[in-house]
């Protein structure tokens, strides 16, 4: 079975700070895992996307996330917030058994202080 | 562009009534997806299909219903036997299995009257 936790439903940066969102997964076969962002009122974009090519994915609007297995996370970062980020983010997994259905965490979302 | 159309964006229902939310995508995806938002919970899957006039339950199906007669077009439909309807319903479709992403529309966000 597949599941993610994320850790830190809320997170505040100050503008031009690093922004570190944690995602760590469960997995009962070898993983793709998804980063998406949501504004208000909006549906999920794909941010970026871990399908067991390069262990570092880069990804739209400056974020980038590392695949480690042997910690089973997944966490995203951008190495300078900027306003425009503040959102929720939603850390994803499916597996290569069955549908492509994917399994979402709660959710972190980001704010960022001027 | 290709993209997913939910309407409509806001639906209010009154206490016994069905209500049905449209989602339709042009991206020739094969398989689609319904999810309810509610705050502090994530996503959680509803029904998806993954051809036409085949669908499956997902983890809260009760009190839900859908329909796939085409290819682009994946309606859901809040039963009265849905109790708690008030919530976020976003759309999806994907292409493929696993390593392809979902994409998703814009939602539409249900209340009771």
């Known amino acids: 079975a597949q599941s993610v936790t994320q850790l830190g439903s809320h997170v505040s940066v100050s503008e031009g700070a690093l922004v570190l969102l944690r995602c760590n997964y469960s997995?009962?076969?070898?993983?793709?895992l998804f980063w998406y962002v949501q504004y208000p009122n909006q549906g999920l974009q794909l941010l970026l996307k871990y399908t067991s090519a390069a262990t570092l994915v880069k990804g739209i609007n400056g974020f980038e996330a590392e695949f480690k297995k042997s910690e089973t996370s997944f966490h995203l970062t951008k190495p300078s917030a900027h306003m425009s980020d503040a959102a929720e983010y939603f850390c994803a997994v499916s597996g290569l058994t069955g549908a492509n259905n994917l399994f979402f965490g709660t959710g972190t979302r980001l704010t960022v202080i001027p | 562009d290709g993209g997913i159309t939910q309407s409509p964006k806001y639906l209010f229902r009154k206490e016994g009534q069905n209500v049905t939310l449209s989602c339709e995508q042009n991206l020739n995806h094969d398989a689609m997806y319904w999810y309810r938002q509610d705050p502090g919970q994530g996503l959680r899957l509803i029904y998806y299909s993954q051809i036409v006039n085949d669908f499956q339950k997902g983890d809260i199906a009760e009190g839900y219903s859908v329909s796939r007669e085409k290819k682009e077009s994946f309606p859901l439909t809040v039963t009265s036997a849905q109790k708690n309807p008030t919530a976020f319903y976003l759309c999806?479709?994907?292409?493929?299995?696993?390593?392809?992403?979902?994409?998703f529309g814009d939602g539409t966000r249900l209340s009771i009257l």
């Open positions: 997995s009962s076969v070898p993983p793709y």
């Open positions: 999806a479709s994907s292409q493929g299995y696993g390593n392809q992403p979902q994409h």
